[in-house]
């Protein structure tokens, strides 16, 4: 399937879960309010952000009740400050109360993920390294915080386990050593990239001598990255990964790999604090 249709795919299959999650058989609160009761509503940030769910928000409200009205203010990947408002719905009242949660945990969990990346993305800026993320998602959300990560300027890694041959210290061992694995694979798939992890100068070696298309140095320090740099002399693609974070992630840029990995970008993350409120009295 193409990405941007597996994409579409997944809005609409995350929106069908989040409200079958949230309202069930239906919103008995809700039912409080009179039902041809209209009103307009504003959702505000309430700390600086990257946006990013715009169409997992419109295709929430959609499946819930089309007369919902939404109005953006901003699009995907645009800096918020805070205390910002964005959005602006209208239509039945009652709607715009049993959407709410939904939409503010979809935008608030891929907009954390996009604001992370680009923290991550600016920190890099002038060193020409790529940002990547990982497998390291949240479940049931692949898709939308790999979206999230490339509207903070990173790059998806893999999507999953069948766009990419990844050859870790277990799938080498299981082959018999990295020239075995990495044949393989050029075997099973040659048109797929093959990237092997490595852990010291000698698999760096062997993996190197294989044809591995990328090398991932897992937990070298500094001065290991540089030397690996030197001995790779450019023949395969660099990516740095472990002991990633905001403090070392420049220093780590700084001694030429070409791309750096973190699971942090879509694991270890604060939901952004968004808040909806009325903004006229329901009449």
Not at 11 to 30: K, M, Q, W
Not at 119 to 127: F, I, R, S, W
Request: aromatic share 4%; with cysteine; charged share 25%.
């Amino acid at each position: 399937m193409h990405y941007q249709d597996a994409i579409a795919e997944e809005i609409r299959d995350s929106a069908a879960r989040l409200l079958a999650e949230d309202v069930g058989p239906g919103d008995i609160t809700a039912q409080l309010i009179p039902e041809k009761q209209m009103a307009r509503a504003r959702v505000i940030t309430r700390e600086a952000t990257i946006l990013c769910g715009v169409a997992w928000v419109d295709e929430l409200f959609r499946r819930l009740d089309p007369r919902v009205s939404l109005h953006w203010q901003a699009a995907d990947g645009d800096r918020l400050a805070a205390g910002q408002g964005f959005l602006e719905l209208e239509g039945p009242a009652r709607s715009l109360l049993t959407g709410e949660r939904a939409a503010l945990n979809l935008l608030q969990t891929l907009s954390a993920t996009a604001t992370r990346t680009r923290h991550y993305v600016d920190l890099l800026e002038g060193t020409g390294v790529r940002l990547l993320d990982t497998r390291k998602t949240l479940p049931g959300l692949r898709l939308a915080q790999k979206y999230a990560v490339t509207c903070g300027g990173g790059h998806n890694h893999r999507i999953g386990l069948y766009d990419a041959f990844l050859i870790k210290e277990n799938h080498i061992a299981a082959c018999g050593g990295i020239e075995a694995a990495v044949k393989e694979a050029r075997d099973i798939a040659r048109d797929l990239p093959v990237e092997v992890e490595v852990e010291t100068f000698e698999e760096l070696d062997l993996a190197l001598a294989a044809g591995a298309d990328v090398i991932m140095l897992d937990n070298f320090n500094l001065d290991d990255m540089r030397e690996a740099v030197a001995r790779n002399a450019g023949r395969a693609t660099l990516e740095a990964s472990g002991n990633v974070d905001e403090t070392t992630l420049r220093a780590i840029a700084e001694t030429g790999v070409n791309c750096i990995s973190s699971g942090a970008l879509t694991k270890d993350l604060k939901a952004i604090d968004l808040s909806m409120r009325f903004i006229d009295q329901p009449g």
